[in-house]
């Protein structure tokens, strides 16, 4: 008797579900296909090339409304926003529409920064002005620039000449209409500075940049961080959680956008 049981418990011991054993539950049975690996569609260059060329037509075309109708900048007296835009902060609105679209990079899913944004360039690049057209937010901010319904009617009392687009629906939805409207919200957090603070941010191109996408996140949070960073350097323990992370995208939109655009 003492035999059979010895015999029974070797046998069961030998069939239990351990690493390297024959009962291992981790094994595909004899017969049966293993589940296939989980895997991301092949990247779209030529889509991703073909919406990054789309989204700096977009901002040339914003450019030139802005210069054909005269629209003069706040934070620089007497020069045109247009002319301000290009020298101090061109391809912004590229980076902003990706920002705005972009998750950061799943290390589980085996995600890049390349490979994150060209999912919102190939987007762009098959559907054109109608891949974020009507993209709309839990708070209601829409299009490309997730621009609010608030900010944008502020925009459009501030830059009467600008002449956006009376309806927000409408107006946030068209990309060059919401890109024109992104330039004025540059220039308005912009003018929301001294004059001494304008000057020494032209001085400090990279942190002009950084300081009016932080605005266009978190408003007047942005002007706090500035001042209590002397001006050299936003000091980001005074922006909000979501301003910093929005931030994070930004530096990762910057540093890889050209690598995958071109």
Do not use: W
Not at 22 to 40: C, E, F, H, K
Not at 128 to 138: D, E, F, I, L, P
């Amino acid at each position: 008797m003492k035999t059979l049981i010895i015999l029974i418990s070797l046998i069961f011991s030998t069939c239990s579900p351990k690493s390297g054993h024959p009962g291992n539950s981790d094994r595909t049975p004899i017969g049966v296909d293993a589940p296939p690996a989980l895997t991301r569609p092949p990247i779209d260059t030529d889509a991703s090339r073909k919406g990054f060329i789309h989204l700096r037509k977009v901002q040339q075309r914003a450019e030139e409304t802005l210069r054909a109708r005269n629209v003069e900048s706040r934070a620089y007296p007497g020069e045109s926003l247009a002319d301000v835009y290009r020298k101090h902060l061109s391809g912004m609105t590229v980076t902003t529409t990706v920002i705005e679209h972009v998750g950061m990079p799943n290390k589980k899913r085996k995600e890049t920064p390349e490979t994150v944004i060209r999912q919102v360039l190939e987007k762009i690049g098959r559907e054109g002005s109608r891949a974020y057209a009507t993209s709309t937010s839990y708070a209601g901010a829409r299009g490309n620039g997730q621009l609010m319904r608030s900010t944008y009617l502020y925009l459009r009392n501030l830059y009467p000449n600008a002449r956006l687009n009376p309806s927000f629906q409408i107006g946030a939805s068209d990309e060059v209409n919401a890109a024109m409207a992104t330039i004025l919200h540059y220039d308005a957090t912009l003018a929301a500075l001294t004059e001494q603070q304008r000057n020494d941010l032209r001085r400090r191109p990279e942190l002009m940049r950084e300081y009016v996408v932080a605005a266009y996140n978190g408003s007047g949070k942005a002007k706090k961080a500035l001042e209590s960073g002397n001006m050299t350097r936003l000091d980001r323990r005074r922006l909000a959680p979501s301003t910093t992370g929005y931030l994070k995208k930004y530096t990762m939109s910057e540093t890889h956008l050209g690598a995958v655009g071109v």
